[in-house]
């Protein structure tokens, strides 16, 4: 009699217990803000995208430092390059090439964003060529990439005394790009290289890796932000 009752004291005892235990709390769960899109693009350039042996070669390429930077921030781009030494929108390159066949090599239809870069390569050619040049090339992107958006960086110059031929190049292609929709961002105007001797080679036209580095800071916040738009 006595075990049974004892059974029963301690059962009411392990009631209790559960009866005045707090609740236990609540786990608390943090939202993953990694985007795990993948965002499809192309890139048309010239030397500066291209890197030399002065600067920007391989992964040392403002191309590939832009992408680790987008990475690091959650945006995981995968990008197809065609860039070209000496080419522009009205002048050949090293490989026979302007950025018109450029665009044919790389833009593809799920493109979200198409990017080109330069050219001051261009700086001998008809201003009016060069528009024709460039309106054409940005025609045939939009061809083959629908739906993607257009950023137009223009010909860069590493000083402040920028030629007269290279404004007028740049202000053909800032009018060619504005007529397709694209963003268009000027260096000149954002004096990316002025004052900054340090970030060009010893030709005084290419950047070194200094400057491949800086041109990745400039223009992965640009291209996420096109992502987003």
């Known amino acids: 009699m006595s075990r049974l009752v004892t059974l029963v004291l301690s059962l009411g005892l392990l009631v209790g217990v559960l009866v005045v235990a707090p609740p236990a709390s609540p786990r608390s769960y943090r939202p993953l803000s990694t985007d795990f899109r993948v965002t499809q693009l192309a890139v048309i350039g010239d030397s500066y995208t291209t890197g ?78 060069v528009f024709a040049r460039a309106h054409d090339t940005y025609a045939l992107a939009r061809r083959f990439a629908p739906s993607a958006k257009f950023l137009v960086i223009g010909p860069p110059w590493p000083t402040p005394d920028v030629p007269e031929s290279v404004l007028r190049v740049r202000d053909a292609v800032r009018n060619a790009a504005l007529m397709a929709g694209a963003v268009f ?11 900054k001797p340090e970030l060009i080679a010893s030709d005084g036209v290419h950047p070194n890796d200094a400057g491949h580095e800086y041109m990745a800071s400039k223009i992965a916040p640009l291209i996420r932000a096109q992502i987003y738009r």
Not at 61 to 89: F, H, I, M, P, Q
Not at 185 to 195: G, K, Q
């Open 185 to 195: 961002v000027d260096p000149i105007v954002e004096r990316w290289f002025f004052d």
């Open 52 to 129: 030399t042996d002065l600067g920007g070669l391989g992964s040392k390429t403002w191309t590939g430092l832009a992408w680790k930077a987008l990475a690091s921030n959650g945006v995981r781009v995968v990008a197809d390059v065609a860039a070209e030494g000496r080419a522009g929108y009205g002048v050949v390159g090293d490989h026979g090439s302007v950025f018109e066949d450029l665009t044919a090599r790389v833009v593809k239809p799920d493109d979200a964003l198409v990017v080109f870069f330069g050219s001051r390569n261009d700086q001998d050619v008809d201003p009016v060529h």
